[in-house]
Nanobody, 117 residues
Framework: QVQLVESGGGLVQPGGSLTLSCAAS????????MSWYRQEPGKQRELVAR???????WYADSVKGRFTISRDNEKNAVFLQMNSLRSEDTAAYYC???????????WGQGTQVTVSS
């Protein structure tokens, strides 16, 4: 059974930082494209960051220079370091795993990030 479990969300002030974690089981992340998505209620899901390998990365324009996706094969986990957070970053964040660059076959349950003063 494949499971992706996100953690690390919470309430943070504008300009602050959070690190999200995605722990995988049932798959080895070294063989998967790993992605972070976010979604606000009533809005479409948005791809935020994607990692095929530790060096093949993609970021949405809205988060470039502020967010960093990374992998730890020993822990079989992927992370999203979020800096300089803005109120517009408020959303539920989801981890995804796919067999190809634009495929997402598995999803986590999501973790809420709220940026507010």
């Amino acid at each position: 059974q494949v499971q992706l479990v996100e953690s690390g969300g919470g309430l943070v002030q504008p300009g602050g930082s959070l690190t999200l974690s995605c722990a995988a089981s049932g798959i080895l992340i070294r063989g998967y494209v790993m992605s972070w998505y976010r979604q606000e209620p009533g809005k479409q899901r948005e791809l935020v960051a994607r990692s095929a390998t530790s060096s093949v990365l993609w970021y949405a324009d809205s988060v470039k220079g502020r967010f960093t996706i990374s992998r730890d094969n020993e822990k079989n986990a992927v992370f999203l370091q979020m800096n300089s957070l803005r109120s517009e970053d408020t959303a539920a964040y989801y981890c995804g795993a796919g067999s190809e660059w634009d495929s997402t076959n598995y999803w986590g349950q999501g973790t809420q990030v709220t940026v507010s003063s």
